[in-house]
């Protein structure tokens, strides 16, 4: 790989994919601007033209990572418009797969790495525009369903809560993958059977007892 490979406009782009690369294979500590510089075959000066140092690098992976999950949000958000209920599951149901697919750059975007960094704008507003979508789901609702005026912050804030957790556990191997959620013990020893995770049966059960509540 040498220096002449990159032009101007995809240097950031490979920057950044690296980075990732760094994090997956070899954990958060060992990304560094030289490091790039070295991985990809170009001058160590060169990284930081686009960045100013690893924390702005770590800013833009996670922006990067926003932007895709607003755009997953927002397909799924459009994909049943006349149900406000089924466009809410779609939305948990899209938020948890993306985790799934993306563990590293998930972790980056919600992790203390990111909260201790100096945000840039850019990042603040990818990520609010992730959250948008999950408040735009919950204004649908509010408007074509009988339930309490409650602040659709409130429901937005308790519904991100309950998906993210339950993103974590499936990423951390703490749901059993083969009955999602069906006599789910606390605590989930390896299982020979490894099927597919039922995200949507998940996201049926916690929306039930989230909208329908547990007592009589």
Wanted: include cysteine; hydrophobic fraction near 40%; charged fraction near 25%.
């Amino acid at each position: 790989m040498t220096k002449s490979t990159y032009h101007h406009g995809n240097l950031r782009e490979k920057l950044l994919q690296t980075a990732l690369e760094i994090v997956s294979e070899q954990g958060l500590a060992k990304v560094s601007m030289r490091k790039l510089g070295e991985e990809i075959g170009v001058s160590r000066s060169a990284p930081y033209r686009h960045f100013k140092g690893k924390g702005e690098l770590l800013s833009a992976m996670a922006e990067e990572g926003y932007r895709k999950l607003t755009k997953s949000l927002k397909c799924a958000r459009n994909k049943q418009s006349g149900d406000p209920v089924a466009q809410l599951k779609n939305i948990g149901v899209a938020y948890i797969e993306f985790a799934l697919e993306n563990p590293v750059q998930y972790r980056l975007m919600f992790g203390h790495e990111i909260i201790e960094q100096d945000q840039t704008p850019a990042l603040i507003k990818s990520a609010e525009d992730a959250f948008s979508e999950l408040v735009l789901g919950v204004d649908v609702l509010l408007t074509g369903e009988s339930i309490k005026p409650i602040d659709p912050l409130i429901i937005a804030n308790t519904l991100w809560s309950q998906t993210h957790g339950i993103a974590t556990l499936l990423m951390d191997g703490q749901i059993n993958k083969s009955n999602s959620f069906l006599e789910l013990p606390a605590i989930i020893i390896k299982e020979k059977n490894k099927s597919k995770i039922n995200v949507p049966k998940i996201i049926e059960h916690v929306t039930d007892v989230l909208l329908y509540g547990i007592l009589k």
